[in-house]
């Protein structure tokens, strides 16, 4: 029984793939009807910021991509730091399945941004602090990727791009609290674990289905580019070839 439920045998390829598997139907069904319950709260239910108008609704996608492209990228130097540590083949598997979702979320945040500051803003950019350390961020996760798509050799790859993502986390503290560090034109947290929400209910509700939504998506999507990368990785062994006459490959 105690074997049957031990995690750390699934830090073995052969034994997470199976499990990886299972788990991203539901993963998938909780990404679309979270995503559903967030768009019909905030582009439908919530009402109209008295500032910003109807413009403000971008941040039902802004915001949750933006908190998402940090979030990703801090679970990357995790398994970079535990692959450096205990040397397990997937942690660099799974940091190498994370980053083009990562870097979509950066690519999101950005875009959004520039809608978003243009018409509140008059302009699609400024080099405001936050939106250069998360351009920064953008090509962190261009860089990590780049750099393992470079190296033959995987293992090496994965130590290579580890040590780059355990340098550039710093970045992350730097985009969320640059908005107190310096004087910029971004605007504050509206949502904070230690002061009441500066919105409405709704808005508030909105904004957190969408963010589990996103997160729900990424995971499913990690968790089918990590199959893929397993099966590359892993193809000559026995674990792989039996998978693969299975399915009729």
């Known amino acids: ?13 052969s034994a997470f793939y199976p499990l990886a598997g299972a788990m991203v139907p539901w993963f998938a069904a909780a990404a679309v009807l979270f995503g559903l319950a967030g768009l019909w709260l905030g582009m439908l239910v919530a009402p109209t910021d008295f500032q910003q108008g109807e413009g403000y609704r971008i941040i039902f996608i802004h915001v949750p991509a933006s908190w998402m492209s940090m979030f990703i990228y801090l679970v990357m130097a995790f398994w970079a730091a535990i692959g450096l540590a205990f040397n397990t083949r997937l942690s660099g598997m799974m940091a190498q399945a994370l980053a083009p979702t990562g870097a979509l979320m950066a690519f999101l945040s950005l875009w959004t941004g520039a809608l978003w500051g243009k018409p509140m803003w008059g302009t699609w950019w400024v080099w405001d602090a936050r939106l250069t350390s998360e351009l920064i961020l953008l090509f962190l996760y261009i860089g990590y990727m780049a750099l393992v798509a470079a190296i033959d050799d995987p293992r090496r790859a994965d130590k290579a791009g580890g040590l780059l993502l ?57 968790l089918i580019r990590v199959r893929t990368i397993m099966l ?18």
């Open 1 to 13: 029984m105690t074997d049957r439920f031990n995690i750390y045998r699934y830090a073995a390829p």
């Open 166 to 222: 355990l340098v550039g986390v710093v970045n992350i503290p730097i985009i969320y609290f640059s908005v107190k560090w310096w004087n910029t034109l971004h605007q504050g947290a509206s949502v904070s674990l230690t002061k009441s929400p500066s919105m409405a209910a709704t808005m508030l509700w909105g904004m957190l289905l969408m963010a589990l939504c996103f997160w729900m998506y990424s995971i499913a999507v990690a």
């Open 232 to 249: 590359e990785r892993e193809r000559n062994t026995d674990w792989v070839r039996e998978t693969l006459e299975g399915d009729g490959k």
